[in-house]
């Protein structure tokens, strides 16, 4: 049993009962909603008679439906339409407050409430949406929740839950230039495997973590669910407060003096007890790559796509469906395949860094004849600090898109898609069979830079070659 | 298009299931196959059936458990590992409900598609991979043969002709399985009832009380 983590404080902290059945009723800090998963809460709620308990503890924003191109209502999809205004009216009926289209603060929900200073350290923060996890990046308890969930924190505030237990991931070192927090958790993953973290929080700790920015902690976190684990956390220091103070959330004046006080004091301490141990040398890990179709079927991009004797016996069907369905032979090399079409963006993704970081790659270069290439900031403010510093014209002039805010082709519930058989070189976080809107389509995960350097090459390419050029 | 007969959505305690088991075979079945995004643009649950394994169905012809006429009333759904990882989206146990699944029973789940399923009255049973495969084999010997589910023996049960009769233990957690068996698996009005001690909770936050 883990004691003394900031995961076992925070849990403490909230506590409301014990449940029957021994389930813990927690309290949530932070409730964010978006349009998919919300609006059979809200009609549950009605059903029920129940009322929004702290309509002021819930945000809304719109993400996954909405289209990248223009944004003009109504939607010239009806379906996407009725639940942009479904999510309206629930909002204004209980008093939630909603970042809409050209608010100037709407955007995908896991880009906006950390860019917003609604996250932070020593909350427990709930969404319907897996990669909840992300805010786990500000040392708070984030996680997941299905719609009947939804329905239950906006009715109490509250959620029944089991405890977790605890994993260290220690990192040491430093990752090289070129490789990136994308780079690091795939590699993890591909380690730790798809379902390693079920059952447990992932705590990421070590002087490689401590050395990442507040947005490489989001990409790290953000994954940690695709390993498995409903949550990932870093301890909140400085960098942490270095961020969040100015933002329009965060506590200010004297409060902040204290607030920073009170989250120094729930980072784990020195005799905090984990349940499980596994470390990592950064300085070891490569660009990495899905060749699979699932995040854990990862690899270095100098390597080969793993044979059959190299892939674990239990391993081994899956392997046998991902090399049918990608289309890749065992052995070859990864390195050289050819991509159709080139994302950046996502929640994992699509921050001011990574669109500097893909920026860096494509200046100066052309998308190569043939790639369809976009770049969709994950939110209207990324966008906008992007775009002061001429980063949207960096990638028009190199030949890629430069879009509206919002989930996009990180899982095709708007018009951005592959098509048929298309390869993506994607910068989001799933590779299942289908994700990108093609039941045939097929996706290679990677970081922005990679993406990138897909863009320029036509295939996939180690972008410290195109850094050292 | 379908000959599946109409079933009652779960409600009250649930401690006995009876029905033909359809079988899903792979490890790490994703919540994407289990329901394609295009199918979550709705905002009621109530047309998801024909969302079940889209894309997987599409791509088997016909061939698909889902579509074969053998397995039109199966209720219960026999699965590998991992089953529902990745997207939280409710739609996916919800597509299986609707489709007319009431039960599972698998090697491993996902959390978050374990407790969607729990909040919606579904068991999702573990058993060792050894009961899995004797389930499956069974199921694609004799289809027509029904399972029984003793949610309070935590046993299921397996009557037929061409396969003889069989009897393995399965696994819920404690929690759960109370939740199930008590009926108090839809957790709603447990948390309302609560509220003063929410409220004493909330009062103790420091990020509630501008961290005094
Ligand atoms: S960007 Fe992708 S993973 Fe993130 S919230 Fe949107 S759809 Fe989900």
Known sequence: MSAGTLYDKVWDLHRVADLPGGSTQLFIGLHLIHEVTSPQAFAALRDLGLTVRHPERTVATVDHIVPTTSQARPFADPLAEEMLATLEANCSAHGITLHGLGSGRQGIVHVIAPELGLTQPGMTVACGDSHTSTHGAFGAIAFGIGTSQVRDVLSSQSLAMGKLKVRRIWVDGRLQRGVFAKDLVLHIIRTLGVKGGVGYAYEFAGPAIEALSMEERMTLCNMAIEGGARCGYVNPDATTFAYLQGRPHAPSGEAWERAVAWWSHLASGPDAVFDHEVRFDAAAIAPTITWGITPGQGIGVDETVPTLEQTAPEERPLAQEAYRYMDLQPGSPIAGTPVDVCFIGSCTNGRLSDLQAAAAVAKGRQVAAGIKAFVVPGSEQVAAAAEAEGLDAVFTAAGFEWREPGCSMCLAMNPDRLEGRQVSASSSNRNFKGRQGSASGRTLLMSPAMVAAAAITGCVTDVRELLAA | ?212
């Not at chain 2, 447990?190 to 509220?195: I, K, P, S």
């Open chain 2, 1 to 212: 298009m379908s000959t599946r007969p109409a079933r009652a959505l779960p409600s009250g305690p649930i401690r006995q299931h009876r029905g033909r088991g359809v079988a899903v075979v792979g490890t790490d079945i994703d919540t994407d196959r289990i329901i394609p995004a295009r199918f979550l643009k709705c905002v009621t649950f109530d047309d998801l059936a024909r969302g079940a394994f889209a894309d997987d169905r599409t791509e088997l012809g016909g061939a698909h458990p889902f579509d074969r006429s053998v397995h039109q009333e199966a209720s219960v759904l026999v699965v590998n590992s991992n089953f529902g990882c990745g997207s939280s989206r409710e739609h996916a146990p919800q597509a299986l409900m609707r489709w007319g699944i009431r039960a599972l029973i698998g090697e491993s789940y996902a959390e978050i598609f374990f407790g969607n399923c729990l909040a919606m009255g579904i068991p999702c049973l573990s058993a060792e991979p050894a009961t899995v495969r004797a389930l499956q084999e069974a199921i694609a010997a004799d289809p027509g043969a029904e399972l029984l589910l003793d949610l309070e023996a935590l046993e299921v049960e397996l009557e037929s002709e061409f396969v003889g009769a069989n009897r393995w233990p399965v696994h819920l957690d404690p929690g759960p399985h109370q939740m199930l068996v008590s009926g108090q698996w839809d957790a709603t009005s447990q948390l309302v009832a609560h509220d003063a001690e929410l409220t004493a909770t909330a009062t103790a936050l420091p990020y509630l009380n501008g961290f005094r």
